[in-house]
């Protein structure tokens, strides 16, 4: 890159350029030219900013001449190239690479085809900082500008700015000069224009200028009315040319008055000139110290005062009816009075008033107004009943209503006047008495508004009276006009006064609270009842308040949103936001508001409905489905646990059953090897029994065991106990309050709760740590049990299981009452427990709550109801019956069952103990081997529920033939056979059952059975 070190341009040579009188583009490019001999790969050009905001080409010697054309007329921004960001930012711009650069993104093309590489921009300013336009240098290589560069760049933009600057302000110059040029043009032309003389005489009351008129007026001595000439000098003339009547012989008097009067002038005064014509003189101080004046030909108005004062009785009369119209409280009676006016000016006999109104369609219709016929020489001064319409029906009769319409003009019918179809019809008819008639239009505002019709003046009807009724015809046209306005404004007050009642009623009885504010100010205006009734304020401590200093709005951006979304679309509809009533109580409101247009201000209609209850109610509903939805998907779960624990029931009755039929086998005919592991099936069996208990306890409402227990007795009796369980490593902590309350529940299922927790904190502190288990009284409130649906509010009993073990995370927590969930290894735990609890504490109306974090330990608290006033009844304790030996017998037994494993499992158990067995797959094949037997059947074992028959339809069947048939139920859903089926001493054991158990049972019945026979 080449660069020059010879001195920078200087002031002088754009001043040269400037002073010879070259056009902007010449100086600029003289100047783009001298800069580009700086440096000989260096490229300038200069862009001018219009009043569009784009940017014109102003200098560019040596840029390609389409590259020109393509960036002329661009219009400025942030991102559109090197210049247009520079003029948009008012900043200089420096891009060293278009290629890569983003401000090039929409240009680059354009640039890179003329080989352009770098364009560094600044802005051209002028004296005010304002942008003119932008000196460019382009380069054919990416670079960045040097010190001489932002040298170089600094004096070319300060000369450009000169430039542009002097040019516009030349051109600002040339077109004020115009201006002037034209004002000055118009003025004297609009002076010239005057009907009125004028003239304007400097401080040293010498002429300046004078119109036409002015020396019209004074034609005798216009030859002296030429600029420089000194008042007093031109008026001495006048008055000794006899121009000016006053002047008559006292002329150098009257110029003294009257140079006095015209250098301190009052006001305005008349003049009579010598040829009798009489002129208004009207002068004024100027600013500069000089005198205005006007002349004014008012000789018609002399002429016309003599007839003015003729009019003073017209004049009183339209006084008087303007004043009977202000005064008059019916304003129909203006037809009337206008009539009567009409009559006594003209002094005519009759007379009548009609109004004309214009239909859409463009017809017209006659209103009849008022008639009056009047008899000259009557006392009274009252119309005539017969002959009062007379008037206006030679008016109809005759058709004049067409000719005013085309004309507007008034009409004269007499002997004098040439109509004489008119004139004829005066002499008979229904007119006869017509002698003159006149018809005057009556129009206001250019619009024909109504007709006068007058008749019989002694004096006649010509056109100078029509004239000189003008004023009243005027007065009468602004009187229909007025009362048709009155009649209009009645009917809108009378509209707007019901519309103002209904929106007061609207407004001050709507249960909706309302408020009318300035939209400006936010200041009240007015409220309704209900507003106050949900804010608990009184009218006095609202009304001039704003909303700010009510604080009705506790988040200020909400009133802001409204204010904003009233401004932008006219109203807001139900908005949801909080508000604060008095005291500061906290209220949820639905908020509408829309802008009421008024002639004074712009005013805001809000509109407030408490939905706090409606709002505690749906989040009251929204808990309680969740918890219905939780409900109803616990019990389908129950459902299937009771289902799948039936059909594995039957499973277990041949694995135990089995198994114990192997152990009564004698040891020597079983290997020793063998009987370890079948007592480890027989564990196995009695583990997976248990499991199918929690199942069925689960999936059914058991009968309820419940009673009054003390909890800390509970505890207390099993400390050892859940010692044990713990083991050495984890510290029980036992606090339990004294006074703890009785409780109501099942005690053995609150025993399983304890100990099902007291498991859990074992395996949640494998390293060792410490138990808290600690009772108290609580009083369980609403909000307490709101997700709790069947508990209620009240006295409680309080017992936590607090551990500092590992904790679980909140995902754990929310599905930690679940059944099947658990966070045990599977050969560990079966997720029923937890599940098990909270089913159990919700029969009794107790609840469960847990808090836990990871680390941070876990805590139950299990919430059970309790009564202070009930004793607690001894509980008697009842020792262990120790197992008695099993033992069987020789009776014939039918074993019934639809499952082939439990039929032949119990059939080879009995046959073990000694009895005959019939074994019945099914009902109908019990029925058919019952009724093959001839001996005695003394017992019938059966399943109850079978497909096709159940049990109690088998033993109905069975004990026709074989009445006192005992019967023992073997069910896997003992608790759902019905009390109908247990009859004579009927039995029921639930699947899966010991050995000994049903050996015990059986041999028990058959036994009782003996001894009832005996």
């Given at each position: 890159?080449?660069?020059?070190?010879?001195?920078?341009?200087?002031?002088?040579?754009?001043?040269?350029?400037?002073?010879?009188?070259?056009?902007?583009?010449?100086?600029?490019?003289?100047?783009?030219?001298?800069?580009?001999?700086?440096?000989?790969?260096?490229?300038?050009?200069?862009?001018?900013?219009?009043?569009?905001?784009?940017?014109?080409?102003?200098?560019?010697?040596?840029?390609?001449?389409?590259?020109?054309?393509?960036?002329?007329?661009?219009?400025?921004?942030?991102?559109?190239?090197?210049?247009?960001?520079?003029?948009?930012?008012?900043?200089?711009?420096?891009?060293?690479?278009?290629?890569?650069?983003?401000?090039?993104?929409?240009?680059?093309?354009?640039?890179?085809?003329?080989?352009?590489?770098?364009?560094w921009s600044t802005p051209i300013r002028s004296s005010t900082g304002a942008v003119l336009g932008t000196f460019a240098i382009y380069y054919h290589e990416p670079c960045a500008p040097t010190e001489f560069h932002e040298q170089l760049i600094e004096q070319a933009v300060y000369l450009a700015a000169i430039a542009i600057e002097h040019v516009k302000i030349e051109e600002d110059l040339h077109k004020s000069e115009q201006e002037s040029s034209r004002l000055r043009q118009q003025l004297l032309e609009a002076i010239e224009s005057l009907t009125e003389g004028f003239a304007i005489y400097d401080a040293e009351d010498r002429l300046v200028m004078c119109n036409s008129k002015y020396m019209e007026v004074y034609r005798e001595s216009a030859d002296l009315l030429v600029p420089g000439q000194r008042f007093e000098d031109h008026i001495r003339v006048s008055a000794y040319r006899g121009q000016v009547a006053d002047a008559i012989g006292r002329e150098e008097e009257w110029v003294q008055?009257?140079?006095?009067?015209?250098?301190?002038?009052?006001?305005?005064?008349?003049?009579?000139?010598?040829?009798?014509?009489?002129?208004?003189?009207?002068?004024?101080?100027?600013?500069?110290?000089?005198?205005?004046?006007?002349?004014?030909?008012?000789?018609?108005?002399?002429?016309?005062?003599?007839?003015?004062?003729?009019?003073?009785?017209?004049?009183?009369?339209?006084?008087?009816?303007?004043?009977?119209?202000?005064?008059?409280?019916?304003?129909?009676?203006?037809?009337?009075?206008?009539?009567?006016?009409?009559?006594?000016?003209?002094?005519?006999?009759?007379?009548?008033?009609?109004?004309?109104?214009?239909?859409?369609?463009?017809?017209?219709?006659?209103?009849?107004?008022?008639?009056?016929?009047?008899?000259?020489?009557?006392?009274?001064?009252?119309?005539?009943?017969?002959?009062?319409?007379?008037?206006?029906?030679?008016?109809?009769?005759?058709?004049?209503?067409?000719?005013?319409?085309?004309?507007?003009?008034?009409?004269?019918?007499?002997?004098?006047?040439?109509?004489?179809?008119?004139?004829?019809?005066?002499?008979?008819?229904?007119?006869?008495?017509?002698?003159?008639?006149?018809?005057?239009?009556?129009?206001?505002?250019?619009?024909?508004?109504?007709?006068?019709?007058?008749?019989?003046?002694?004096?006649?009807?010509?056109?100078?009276?029509?004239?000189?009724?003008?004023?009243?015809?005027?007065?009468?046209?602004?009187?229909?006009?007025?009362?048709?306005?009155?009649?209009?404004?009645?009917?809108?007050?009378?509209?707007?006064?019901?519309?103002?009642?209904?929106?007061?009623?609207?407004?001050?009885?709507?249960?909706?609270?309302?408020?009318?504010?300035?939209?400006?100010?936010?200041?009240?205006?007015?409220?309704?009842?209900?507003?106050?009734?949900?804010?608990?304020?009184?009218?006095?401590?609202?009304?001039?308040?704003?909303?700010?200093?009510?604080?009705?709005?506790?988040?200020?951006?909400?009133?802001?949103?409204?204010?904003?979304?009233?401004?932008?679309?006219?109203?807001?509809?139900?908005?949801?936001?909080?508000?604060?009533?008095?005291?500061?109580?906290?209220?949820?409101?639905?908020?509408?508001?829309?802008?009421?247009?008024?002639?004074?201000?712009?005013?805001?209609?809000?509109?407030?409905?408490?939905?706090?209850?409606?709002?505690?109610?749906?989040?009251?509903?929204?808990?309680?489905?969740?918890?219905?939805?939780?409900?109803?998907?616990?019990?389908?779960?129950?459902?299937?646990?009771?289902?799948?624990?039936?059909?594995?029931?039957?499973?277990?009755?041949?694995?135990?059953?089995?198994?114990?039929?192997?152990?009564?086998?004698?040891?020597?005919?079983?290997?020793?090897?063998?009987?370890?592991?079948?007592?480890?099936?027989?564990?196995?069996?009695?583990?997976?029994?248990?499991?199918?208990?929690?199942?069925?306890?689960?999936?059914?409402?058991?009968?309820?065991?419940?009673?009054?227990?003390?909890?800390?007795?509970?505890?207390?009796?099993?400390?050892?106990?859940?010692?044990?369980?713990?083991?050495?490593?984890?510290?029980?902590?036992?606090?339990?309050?004294?006074?703890?309350?009785?409780?109501?529940?099942?005690?053995?299922?609150?025993?399983?709760?304890?100990?099902?927790?007291?498991?859990?904190?074992?395996?949640?502190?494998?390293?060792?740590?410490?138990?808290?288990?600690?009772?108290?009284?609580?009083?369980?409130?609403?909000?307490?049990?709101?997700?709790?649906?069947?508990?209620?509010?009240?006295?409680?009993?309080?017992?936590?299981?607090?551990?500092?073990?590992?904790?679980?995370?909140?995902?754990?927590?929310?599905?930690?009452?679940?059944?099947?969930?658990?966070?045990?290894?599977?050969?560990?735990?079966?997720?029923?427990?937890?599940?098990?609890?909270?089913?159990?504490?919700?029969?009794?109306?107790?609840?469960?709550?847990?808090?836990?974090?990871?680390?941070?330990?876990?805590?139950?608290?299990?919430?059970?109801?309790?009564?202070?006033?009930?004793?607690?009844?001894?509980?008697?304790?009842?020792?262990?019956?120790?197992?008695?030996?099993?033992?069987?017998?020789?009776?014939?037994?039918?074993?019934?069952?639809?499952?082939?494993?439990?039929?032949?499992?119990?059939?080879?158990?009995?046959?073990?103990?000694?009895?005959?067995?019939?074994?019945?797959?099914?009902?109908?094949?019990?029925?058919?081997?019952?009724?093959?037997?001839?001996?005695?059947?003394?017992?019938?074992?059966?399943?109850?529920?079978?497909?096709?028959?159940?049990?109690?339809?088998?033993?109905?069947?069975?004990?026709?033939?074989?009445?006192?048939?005992?019967?023992?139920?073997?069910?896997?859903?003992?608790?759902?056979?019905?009390?109908?089926?247990?009859?004579?001493?009927?039995?029921?054991?639930?699947?899966?059952?010991?050995?000994?158990?049903?050996?015990?049972?059986?041999?028990?019945?058959?036994?009782?059975?003996?001894?009832?026979?005996?």
């Amino acid at each position: 890159m080449q660069r020059s070190t010879e001195t920078l341009p200087e002031i002088r040579l754009i001043l040269e350029l400037i002073s010879k009188g070259n056009s902007l583009t010449d100086t600029l490019t003289t100047l783009i030219e001298y800069l580009e001999s700086k440096s000989n790969d260096m490229f300038c050009s200069i862009l001018l900013l219009d009043e569009e905001g784009r940017l014109r080409n102003g200098a560019a010697p040596h840029l390609p001449e389409e590259y020109v054309r393509l960036t002329d007329g661009a219009l400025i921004g942030p991102n559109v190239g090197s210049c247009g960001a520079a003029a948009y930012h008012n900043q200089q711009v420096v891009v060293t690479d278009i290629e890569t650069d983003p401000l090039w993104k929409d240009f680059k093309d354009v640039a890179l085809r003329f080989d352009l590489r770098a364009c560094w921009s600044t802005p051209i300013r002028s004296s005010t900082g304002a942008v003119l336009g932008t000196f460019a240098i382009y380069y054919h290589e990416p670079c960045a500008p040097t010190e001489f560069h932002e040298q170089l760049i600094e004096q070319a933009v300060y000369l450009a700015a000169i430039a542009i600057e002097h040019v516009k302000i030349e051109e600002d110059l040339h077109k004020s000069e115009q201006e002037s040029s034209r004002l000055r043009q118009q003025l004297l032309e609009a002076i010239e224009s005057l009907t009125e003389g004028f003239a304007i005489y400097d401080a040293e009351d010498r002429l300046v200028m004078c119109n036409s008129k002015y020396m019209e007026v004074y034609r005798e001595s216009a030859d002296l009315l030429v600029p420089g000439q000194r008042f007093e000098d031109h008026i001495r003339v006048s008055a000794y040319r006899g121009q000016v009547a006053d002047a008559i012989g006292r002329e150098e008097e009257w110029v003294q008055e009257r140079v006095r009067q015209h250098q301190n002038p009052s006001g305005s005064f008349r003049q009579q000139l010598g040829n009798g014509r009489w002129l208004m003189i009207s002068e004024h101080k100027t600013a500069e110290g000089g005198i205005s004046g006007v002349r004014t030909d008012i000789t018609q108005q002399v002429l016309y005062e003599e007839k003015l004062r003729r009019s003073i009785h017209l004049i009183e009369s339209i006084r008087t009816l303007l004043s009977q119209y202000i005064s008059d409280a019916n304003p129909d009676k203006v037809f009337e009075d206008l009539l009567h006016t009409f009559l006594n000016i003209s002094e005519s006999e009759a007379g009548f008033i009609v109004e004309v109104q214009k239909s859409e369609e463009g017809t017209y219709q006659l209103i009849p107004r008022a008639n009056c016929f009047r008899p000259v020489g009557s006392e009274t001064g009252e119309c005539e009943v017969g002959l009062q319409h007379a008037a206006r029906e030679f008016f109809e009769q005759q058709k004049l209503f067409e000719r005013i319409v085309s004309s507007k003009e008034a009409l004269i019918i007499d002997e004098s006047h040439d109509d004489r179809p008119a004139g004829d019809a005066m002499q008979n008819g229904a007119a006869g008495c017509m002698k003159s008639f006149l018809v005057l239009p009556v129009v206001s505002q250019g619009e024909l508004t109504g007709v006068a019709g007058l008749a019989n003046r002694p004096a006649g009807y010509d056109a100078s009276f029509v004239e000189f009724l003008k004023p009243l015809l005027v007065t009468a046209g602004t009187l229909l006009t007025a009362y048709r306005n009155e009649v209009r404004r009645q009917e809108n007050e009378r509209a707007l006064q019901e519309s103002e009642e209904r929106f007061s009623k609207v407004f001050q009885f709507n249960p909706m609270g309302k408020v009318i504010l300035s939209f400006n100010t936010g200041r009240v205006i007015d409220v309704n009842e209900s507003f106050l009734k949900t804010t608990l304020y009184s009218r006095e401590q609202i009304i001039g308040k704003t909303i700010h200093e009510l604080k009705l709005f506790p988040e200020t951006g909400s009133w802001d949103e409204i204010l904003h979304r009233v401004h932008e679309n006219d109203m807001v509809y139900e908005q949801e936001t909080p508000f604060c009533i008095n005291d500061g109580i906290k209220r949820i409101i639905q908020c509408s508001a829309c802008m009421i247009e008024s002639a004074d201000e712009p005013l805001l209609l809000l509109m407030v409905k408490d939905i706090t209850e409606q709002k505690q109610t749906e989040e009251l509903n929204r808990q309680m489905q969740v918890q219905l939805q939780h409900s109803q998907k616990m019990k389908a779960i129950g459902q299937l646990a009771a289902g799948v624990a039936h059909e594995f029931n039957n499973i277990l009755v041949g694995i135990n059953l089995n198994a114990d039929l192997l152990l009564l086998t004698p040891e020597h005919e079983i290997p020793e090897g063998f009987r370890e592991p079948l007592r480890d099936i027989q564990k196995s069996g009695e583990r997976a029994a248990e499991l199918v208990k929690q199942l069925l306890a689960f999936g059914r409402k058991k009968a309820a065991n419940t009673a009054w227990f003390d909890v800390n007795t509970l505890i207390s009796s099993h400390q050892k106990m859940m010692q044990r369980i713990l083991g050495k490593s984890v510290t029980l902590s036992l606090n339990l309050c004294p006074d703890t309350g009785l409780v109501w529940g099942d005690e053995g299922e609150i025993e399983q709760a304890l100990m099902n927790l007291v498991v859990n904190a074992r395996d949640a502190m494998p390293e060792g740590g410490v138990l808290r288990i600690q009772t108290q009284n609580v009083n369980v409130t609403e909000k307490m049990v709101a997700d709790h649906a069947e508990c209620l509010p009240g006295a409680y009993t309080l017992m936590s299981v607090t551990d500092n073990g590992c904790g679980m995370a909140p995902e754990i927590v929310s599905h930690i009452f679940e059944p099947f969930f658990t966070t045990k290894p599977v050969t560990e735990g079966t997720g029923l427990g937890l599940s098990t609890v909270h089913r159990n504490l919700a029969e009794i109306g107790g609840f469960i709550t847990v808090a836990s974090e990871p680390g941070g330990g876990s805590e139950f608290q299990v919430y059970l109801p309790q009564h202070q006033r009930v004793n607690v009844k001894d509980q008697e304790e009842t020792e262990a019956v120790a197992e008695e030996p099993v033992t069987g017998g020789s009776e014939t037994i039918l074993v019934c069952d639809d499952e082939p494993t439990v039929l032949s499992t119990v059939s080879a158990l009995l046959e073990r103990l000694g009895y005959t067995v019939i074994r019945a797959l099914g009902p109908e094949e019990a029925i058919k081997a019952a009724a093959r037997q001839e001996q005695q059947i003394s017992l019938l074992c059966t399943d109850f529920n079978m497909p096709a028959m159940n049990g109690e339809q088998l033993v109905r069947r069975l004990t026709q033939v074989r009445p006192g048939l005992k019967v023992i139920y073997l069910s896997g859903i003992a608790e759902k056979i019905p009390e109908s089926a247990i009859v004579n001493g009927s039995k029921v054991i639930q699947k899966p059952t010991k050995m000994g158990e049903l050996a015990h049972a059986i041999r028990g019945m058959l036994d009782e059975g003996m001894q009832q026979e005996k």
